[in-house]
C-alpha cells in the first residue's frame, strides 16, 4: 500500500523544513517529492499544520503495571516492592497481563509512542498485545535467580524467544532480561550470558539505579554493579541499561568501552527519589541514551513526551548549565536515540528508506503560536495531547486521535475488571 503525507513540516538533519511531502510504499519511507499524482496513492495525509518526527521510542518499561497505577507510592523502593508490589504480582495471570499490556500500549500509542522495551511476565500475552495492536517492541522476560523459579524463568525465556523473535511482520525482539545484580547472584548471571550467546539475544537489565543498591553491591562483591556485569560478561552480549544513576566515571569509560546503550528515566527516578543519572557526562563520552518511562506504578503514566520535557530541564538545572540538552538532543533521546538502544538500525529517523514509524504533532494549540523556532516549540511548549497522528511499519495505528486497532472502550472496560479480580484475591 501506498501512502503519501502531504504540506509536513519535516524533522530531518537535526531541523525542520516546511512545507513537504513524505511518500511510503508499505513499511519504508521512499521518497520526499516535490510534485504527486494523488491517483497514485492508496491514502492521502494531510500533514497541514502538523510536524512529522520519528516515531518516539519507550526503552524502558514493565508494561503491565499498569494495574497497580497509583496503588502503592510514596514508599521507599525495596520497601515498595518487598511489601507492595512483588506480593501482588505473585497474583497476576495471562488474563491480568493481556488487559493491563493492552491498555498500556493504547496510552503510549496515544503520546506518540511507536516503540518500546519491556521487561515483565507472562511475556508471550504481552507478545499477543503488541501483535495485535500494531506496535513494535522488544521485549524481554523478567528473571530472579533468588526465587524458586529462577531456572524455570531461563526455560520460559528459551521458548519465549524461539516462539516470538522476529514475529508480528518482524516487529517483535526478544530479549533477556535479567532483573538486576542484587536479584540475580553471579552464578545466575553466568547461566545468562551463557543463553543469550546460544540464542544470539541481547540483555535488558536494571544496573545502578539506586544508591543503596551500589552501596550493597560493593560491599558484597567489591566492585560497581557495572563493573560487575563487566566482569560476568553482561555487557558483552549486547546490553540495554536501565537508569545508571549511580555511575562512577570508571563505569562511564566501561560503558563506552562495551558500547552499553542507557535507558533514561527521569520521571520514575524522581518520584523514587533515586537520584539524577549523569546523563551529560552519558553522552560527552559518546555513550547511547534513550527515554524511558518505567512502569507506570513508579511514574506513574507512560507519557514519553513528558519524559523528554523532564530530561531536558533538569539536567539544566542540576549542572547549572542552560546550555546542555538542547532541544535537538532532547528529541534525539526521544528518536533516534531511543531507537539504538533498542538495536533496531533503520528506525528513528525520517529517511528514505527508514521505516514508516512516524509520529505527527498538532501544531494549532495556543501553546504553539507565535510561530518562532518549531523544534523549540515542540520541546519546551508542547505536550503529547498534540500528538495527531501514528504509524508503525507504515500503518496508521491513530488517526487525528482516535485509535484505528484498539477498541478503546474495551480497553478501559478490560483493565478495571482485571483490576478487581487481581485485587480480590489479596
Request: glycine share 6%; with cysteine.
Amino acid at each position: 500500500m501506498r501512502k503519501l503525507i502531504t504540506n509536513i513540516a519535516l524533522y530531518q538533519n537535526h531541523k525542520v523544513t516546511e512545507a513537504k511531502n513524505i511518500d511510503i510504499q508499505d513499511d519504508r519511507i521512499i521518497g520526499f517529492p516535490d510534485t504527486y499524482q494523488r491517483t497514485d496513492y492508496d491514502e492521502i495525509i494531510d500533514g497541514q499544520h502538523m510536524l512529522a518526527l520519528p516515531g518516539f521510542v519507550n526503552t524502558h518499561n514493565h508494561i503491565a503495571m499498569t494495574v497497580f497505577r497509583s496503588y502503592a507510592d510514596d514508599m521507599q523502593l525495596m520497601d515498595w516492592l518487598t511489601q507492595k508490589i512483588w506480593p501482588a504480582e505473585d497474583k497476576l495471570d495471562s488474563d491480568i497481563v493481556y488487559a493491563q499490556t493492552t491498555l498500556g500500549i493504547a496510552e503510549m500509542i496515544r503520546c506518540g509512542t511507536t516503540s518500546f522495551a519491556d521487561m515483565y511476565f507472562f511475556m508471550s500475552d504481552v507478545a499477543r498485545a503488541v501483535a495485535d495492536t500494531g506496535i513494535r517492541a522488544a521485549l524481554s522476560r523478567g528473571m530472579t535467580g533468588i526465587t524458586p523459579n529462577a531456572q524455570d524463568a531461563l526455560k520460559e525465556s528459551k521458548a519465549f524467544f524461539y516462539d516470538w523473535n522476529g514475529k508480528a511482520d518482524g516487529r517483535i525482539t526478544v530479549m533477556l532480561g535479567p532483573h538486576a545484580p542484587y536479584t540475580c547472584p553471579p552464578a545466575y548471571l553466568q547461566q545468562v550470558v551463557d543463553l543469550a550467546h546460544e540464542l544470539g539475544a541481547e540483555i535488558h537489565m536494571h544496573l545502578s539505579e539506586t544508591k543503596g543498591e551500589v552501596e550493597d553491591i560493593q560491599k558484597q562483591y567489591g566492585k560497581t554493579p557495572i563493573a560487575l556485569a563487566d566482569e560476568l560478561g553482561i555487557l558483552d552480549c549486547g546490553c540495554l541499561a536501565a537508569h545508571c544513576v549511580w555511575v562512577t566515571d570508571d563505569d562511564l569509560t566501561i560503558m563506552k568501552n562495551k558500547h552499553v546503550r542507557v535507558a533514561h528515566n527521569p520521571g520514575s527516578n524522581f518520584k523514587l527519589a533515586s537520584g539524577i543519572a549523569p546523563l551529560t557526562k552519558m553522552l560527552q563520552k559518546g555513550i547511547t541514551v534513550g527515554l524511558g518511562t518505567d512502569g507506570a506504578s513508579s511514574n506513574n503514566n507512560l507519557d514519553i513526551v513528558e519524559e523528554m520535557h523532564l530530561a531536558s530541564l533538569v539536567h539544566k538545572a542540576n549542572t547549572l548549565n542552560p546550555l546542555v540538552i538542547s532541544a535537538d538532543t532532547a528529541v534525539q533521546l526521544l528518536t533516534i536515540g531511543g531507537a539504538k538502544c533498542l538495536g533496531y538500525k533503520d528506525i528513528g529517523t525520517l529517511d528514505i528508506n527508514a521505516k514508516a514509524d512516524i509520529t505527527l504533532i498538532d501544531r494549532e494549540g495556543l501553546h504553539w503560536y507565535p510561530k518562532n523556532d518549531p523544534l523549540s516549540l515542540f520541546v519546551y511548549a508542547s505536550n503529547s495531547m498534540d500528538v495527531d497522528t501514528v504509524l508503525v511499519d507504515g500503518k496508521v495505528l491513530l488517526r487525528h486521535k482516535e485509535f484505528t486497532t484498539i477498541d478503546i472502550e474495551k480497553v478501559k472496560f478490560e483493565a478495571e475488571r482485571t483490576k478487581e479480580k487481581l485485587f480480590s484475591s489479596l
